[in-house]
């Protein structure tokens, strides 16, 4: 009996530890510009909570402040051509929106389920602080990007759209 009790935990715990490792993604970020993808800057890890996705970025080499930050459609940090110019990372596609609402309305809004809390970028120009995405899930996420923006967010589409970030400064494909 106590060869079968360590064979039933032992599977348990087999059992926790993969339903773990399944709720758990990981991007290897890159500096962008229009020219294409540079050296890397850092990773960010994704992992499931009862509250929503946690986001917990280990970047360097990005300017200090505050960044637009969010989930875009595609697995693809490239750039791309809009109005006869290359952009950074324009092959990311827009902000993950799946509903179609075609809205940026911030994290805790009805619009762009890719829409995540800014990342903070201390004057070292590191980034560790997590954040919490609440309407997100790892299954939401694998197979598409993440962006850091060059400005901030302000979580609307006016004055500017999509939250007047600006430029796509930094992308990872998340795995």
Partial sequence: MTKLFATIVAAGFGLV???ADAATKTATVNAI???GVKAAIGTIKFRDSRQGLVVEPALKSLPAGLHGFHIHENANCGPGTQNNQAVAGLAAGGHYDPAGTKKHEGPHGEGHLGDMPALWVNTDGSATLPVLAKRLKTKDIAGRAVI???GGDNYADAPAALGGGGA????GVIK
């Fill in 17 to 19: 530890a993969a339903t």
């Fill in 168 to 171: 796509r400064i930094a992308c």
């Fill in 148 to 150: 850091v923006h060059a």
């Fill in 33 to 35: 510009d229009a020219t």
